[in-house]
């Protein structure tokens, strides 16, 4: 049986009186892809801000590659983020002022080495080869998803948390984006997607529903 | 490592490429924090290249408007004279790069063909450098044991009738000396020495029969970097017969007038760098609060605090120091233009300007930026990635 990579127990996030996320138990094996359906404000974003610590719990635990993160630094933060989790986001968040290239080998830049070469080629498998020197102004929305989860994949992480990588998507493209996931899949790794799409959420290996920060199904 | 298929990038040029971008994609704001920066470094140019060359010039003006040290005999040692051997040792104790000139003096009483006159017997080479600002019609004595020739006083030359040319006649009772010489120049000073007639220093002392002595010494000393009480005192110290001080009246006024504009600049230059800290820092705010979002995404990608901060302050370095560079240039020539108005003169660059504007102009666009840093780093990428 694969190893637990990611855990929550009774990890809570109030923001005053509101609780977006309220006690959620949770465990995540290596190579699983979980989609997180919901209605909206039901907490998915909430909790995908937690797991992939751009945001810290109010309440609870969360364990990640069997280690608690409460108490890390925020610099330790970053580099757990950084080593171990890519980010895909609805927005599809780049640097306007960089190249397609350019914002995959910042990702490297943080990283640790600036590879041209490797940057080319994570472009190139979400099928952008032609666009490398192209501003994001100057890319569909689709192309700049896809630029996102290049950058996403520069660093070989082994987990991909991505909240509603299609939501912005037409069909065509939501197909290019779905095919890229599914392959990272076979390769084995875990992935946490936030999608409203239940044709998306059919290819996970589990669907967890949330519904006012609850956990009501997990299948 | 990998393949052959694209250029190595190094850390450092990724680093340069990203800041020259993201400089190049707000060039309104990148223009004005430049902009500030360049005129208070521009201004700051301005008044330490005139403060610093108008200081320098002005000692030397000053000096030239006389001697500023003086060696004469002793007051307790009752002697009216100094042997001239002893002046010369005396001499030799001012460094000679601080020495701009030094005569000895003799003074006596004599009659000309139309009455009675003041002779002194100078050392003219001496002379010459110690009163650079005499206007002098025909020419000045260039031959140092030159026995035939003279040079006299502008209100003398008038009273006696005397011109350039004449021969003129000096007789000492006294010693019963007699001799005719031939006038070389006459000498507008503006000073007591109007009335005198110059001769070279042995034809005095054998007019006068006063060979060998000599009644006092000028001198004329670099006051920069000069500490001329010390030296006073060391002379004094060294030849009991001698009394060695600087002539103050000079001196001091030259050092109050130069404080008070020290003084005055230090306050202006305070003033502009407040106002342009204050300008570059409420540029920077706006640049910050413009770029939440990407900071909040380069956060989620995996950039810490330090490379936030670094990238923020190295775009402010550089903003800054092309702004002083720029600032340089612009001050210098605004110097020309501020010297000349006030002071009629012309500037020249000094080497000291260079940190006095480069240290407070960088300090204070990086004091500028601490604010701005911060807010930087405070961003939080949760919250600012979901605006949309
Ligand atoms: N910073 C905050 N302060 C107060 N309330 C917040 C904050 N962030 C989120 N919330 C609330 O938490 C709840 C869950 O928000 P969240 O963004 O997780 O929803 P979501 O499931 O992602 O919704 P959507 O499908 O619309 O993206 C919402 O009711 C929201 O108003
Ligand atoms: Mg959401």
């Not at chain 2, 005719?180 to 042995?202: C, H, M, N, R, Y």
């Amino acid at each position: 049986m694969a190893k637990i990579v990611l855990e929550t127990k009774v990890l809570t996030k109030r923001y005053g009186s509101v609780t977006p996320l309220d006690s959620i138990d949770m465990q995540v094996k290596g190579g699983e892809w979980v989609a997180i359906m919901g209605p909206s404000g039901s907490g998915k974003t909430t909790m995908l801000n937690l797991l992939s610590l751009l945001d810290s719990p109010t309440e609870g635990e969360y364990i990640l590659d069997g280690v608690g993160t409460a108490t890390l630094t925020e610099k330790e933060r970053v580099a757990v983020r950084r080593e171990k989790i890519g980010l895909v986001f609805q927005q599809f968040h780049l640097v306007s002022y960089l190249t397609a290239l350019e914002n995959v080998m910042l990702a490297q830049y943080y990283h640790s080495m600036v590879d041209k070469g490797d940057a080319m080629e994570a472009l190139e498998r979400v099928g952008l080869e032609h666009r490398t020197d192209h501003l994001p102004s100057q890319l569909s929305g689709g192309e700049q998803q896809r630029v996102c989860i290049a950058r996403a994949l520069i660093n070989q992480p082994a987990i991909i948390m991505a909240d509603e990588p299609t939501g912005n998507l037409d069909e065509a493209n939501e197909e290019v984006v779905l095919e890229l996931f599914k392959e990272l899949h076979r390769e084995g790794r875990t992935i946490i997607m936030v999608t409203h799409n239940p044709e998306l959420a059919e290819f996970a290996d589990r669907v967890v529903r949330l519904h006012h920060g609850k956990v009501v199904k997990d299948a | 490592m990998a393949g052959d298929k694209g250029a190595k990038i190094t850390k450092r040029e990724m680093f340069l490429r990203i800041l020259l971008k993201s400089l190049k994609v707000r060039k309104n704001r990148v223009f004005i924090t430049f902009f500030s920066i360049m005129i208070g470094a521009a201004i700051i140019t301005a008044l330490a290249s005139v403060y610093f060359d108008i200081s320098a010039k002005m000692s030397r003006e000053l000096r030239a408007y006389g001697a500023n040290f003086f060696i004469g005999p002793a007051s307790a040692s009752g002697n009216r004279t100094v042997d001239t051997g002893t002046i010369g040792e005396a001499v030799k104790m001012v460094p000679p790069e601080k020495l701009a000139g030094a005569s000895p003096y003799v003074y006596g009483v004599v009659r000309l063909d139309l009455g009675n006159a003041v002779l002194a017997g100078v050392d003219f080479a001496g002379l010459k450098r110690l009163s650079p600002y005499w206007q002098v019609e025909g020419k000045w004595i260039t031959v140092d044991f030159d026995d035939e020739s003279c040079m006299i006083g502008k209100t003398l030359a008038k009273n006696m009738e005397l011109k350039v040319g004449d021969s003129v006649t000096v007789i000492r009772n006294e010693t019963g000396f007699q001799k005719s010489l031939i006038i070389k120049g006459i000498a507008e000073t503006g000073q007591a020495e109007d009335e005198q007639i110059f001769v070279s220093l042995p034809l005095a002392q054998k007019i006068l029969g006063m060979e060998g002595k000599a009644n006092h010494a000028m001198l004329s000393i670099v006051t920069e970097g000069t500490d001329i009480d010390a030296l006073a005192a060391t002379v004094a110290g060294k030849f009991p017969v001698l009394d060695a001080k600087p002539i103050r009246k000079v001196s001091s006024s030259e050092g109050k007038i130069l404080e008070k504009i020290k003084g005055l600049m230090a306050i202006v230059a305070v003033i502009i760098l407040t106002i342009t800290t204050l300008c570059v820092m409420t540029t920077l705010i706006t640049v910050v609060s413009e770029r939440t979002r990407e900071i909040g995404l380069m956060k989620a990608i995996g950039a810490d605090d330090r490379e936030i901060v670094r990238q923020f302050i190295a775009e402010t370095l550089l903003i800054g120091v092309a702004g002083v560079a720029a600032g340089l240039v612009v001050g210098f020539i605004l110097a020309q233009v501020l010297g000349q108005a006030v002071f009629g003169s012309s500037i020249s660059f000094r080497m000291i300007v260079l940190p006095v504007t480069l240290i407070p102009s960088v300090a204070a666009s990086l004091l500028a930026a601490v604010l701005p840093v911060r807010m930087a780093v405070r961003v939080v990428p949760a919250q600012v990635l979901k605006e949309d």
